[in-house]
């Protein structure tokens, strides 16, 4: 779709602050789909909210993951229902953890309002998100807000999803999907992949745009662990004079695939790859920018996880000056990271190195 308007939010708080606004302003429903939602302040502001707007007689559907929500009480959710509030829980077992389709996560994030309002991004619902985490710091993140045509496609993804989980066959009545074409002039494709699907579309589009590169392709993600095909058009890019540049957390929150996530990089030094660890905080962001021109914000990382085994959603922006603003925002992170030189990497212990091995062994598990 064309005709789309993009606002980046990389700070928590700020998005939000956005979120909560749309919420407050909604009309006719409230559509919200998310992996993790804490039972926390920032997780029941956001359920007080959905439902003080139920109540006020808007339509709202909140869809989360079975384990990323598991921290939600009973008592939330009778709170939720009591108010209006429709709530489903993707992949839910009747014992917790004793799931057969406990490996298969649903890792989206999407929020549609009145079907004009749509984001999908990084972040999910919790005080660490905002930065309260006081082991974790700073959360850095990408989100983005859309307004245009493209939030039909939000909406399409989040009623399959819904009904999935829900059994409510959705009517795709007009209400849904108000004509928004008069907002802007970015071009956006929603690309959503799953253990449903063969094609592995996200990943399918990440290699298709890292072989488009001529100049540059900036990655940040929490997590690199990547199959044959992203490491090869990784390497191939850079052995032929494009700029690769990753960045990765200096710190982990997952240590196995963090280790796994250091030996790939590490191994893609020696073509030229250019890793930085950022240090102010936890880099969360999923984002690949290629030349300045083309860019793509979601919920994917760069792993084995997130291609094959997770429900994913990914925004693609075909814009130079969005893609040129989430370029800048790479270029301003390397203040607050340091570059993994060959030299240093060549220097680690015989400790990291037996960790790289274990995990790197396991990283089709992870």
């Known amino acids: 779709t064309q005709n789309n308007e993009v606002t980046i939010y990389t700070d928590g708080n700020k998005k939000f602050e956005a979120l ?21 302040d920032l997780g029941n502001k956001l359920l007080t909210l959905l439902s003080k707007k139920a109540e006020e007689g808007v339509a709202v559907r909140l869809l989360y993951d079975s384990i990323g929500g598991r921290h939600i009480s009973k008592e939330q959710i009778e709170k939720l229902k009591s108010s209006g509030v429709k709530v489903a829980i993707f992949f839910s077992g009747r014992i917790p953890f004793f799931n057969f389709k406990i490996n298969y996560r649903n890792h989206r994030k999407i929020v549609v309002i009145d079907g004009i309002i749509g984001f999908v991004g990084g972040f999910n619902v919790g005080d ?71 094609d592995e579309a996200i990943k399918s589009n990440y290699v298709k745009m890292i072989n488009s590169a001529k100049k540059s392709i900036l990655i940040q993600t929490p997590y690199f662990v990547p199959d044959a095909s992203v490491f ?102 390397l203040n607050y990271s340091v570059e993994l030189t060959r030299e240093l990497y060549l220097e680690r212990g015989i400790v990291i190195r037996f960790k790289e091995s274990i995990c790197r062994l396991l990283a089709p598990l992870l």
């Not at 909560?20 to 926390?40: C, L, P, S, T, V």
């Not at 059994?167 to 970015?186: A, C, I, T, W």
């Not at 890793?275 to 990382?301: C, P, Q, R, W």
């Open 232 to 333: 090869e058009a990784i390497k191939i890019a850079a052995t032929s004079g494009v700029d690769v540049r990753i960045m990765i957390p200096c710190k982990p929150d997952h240590p196995f695939v963090y280790w796994a996530t250091y030996w790939y990089c590490g191994g893609l030094l020696k073509y030229g790859v250019k890793v930085y660890t950022y240090e102010y905080g936890f880099m969360h962001a999923k984002t690949l920018v290629v030349d300045g021109i083309v860019s793509s914000v979601g919920t994917a990382n760069f792993d084995v996880r997130s291609f094959k085994l997770n429900f994913e959603c990914n925004a693609v922006i075909y814009d130079t000056n969005t893609s040129q603003m989430l370029h800048n925002i790479f270029m301003e992170d």
């Open 128 to 198: 660490e998100y905002v930065g309260l985490n006081k082991e974790i710091g700073n959360w850095r993140d990408t989100h983005i807000k859309i307004m245009g045509d493209a939030v039909i496609d939000l909406q399409t993804r989040f009623f399959l999803d819904w009904g999935h989980a829900s059994k409510e066959d959705l009517m795709f009545l007009p209400k849904y999907f108000p004509d928004n074409r008069m907002q802007g002039n970015v071009g956006i494709q929603i690309i959503t992949s799953g253990p449903d699907k063969l």
């Open 20 to 40: 909560f606004k749309a919420i407050e302003e909604a009309k006719n429903h409230i559509h919200m789909e998310y992996y993790i939602i804490r039972n926390d």
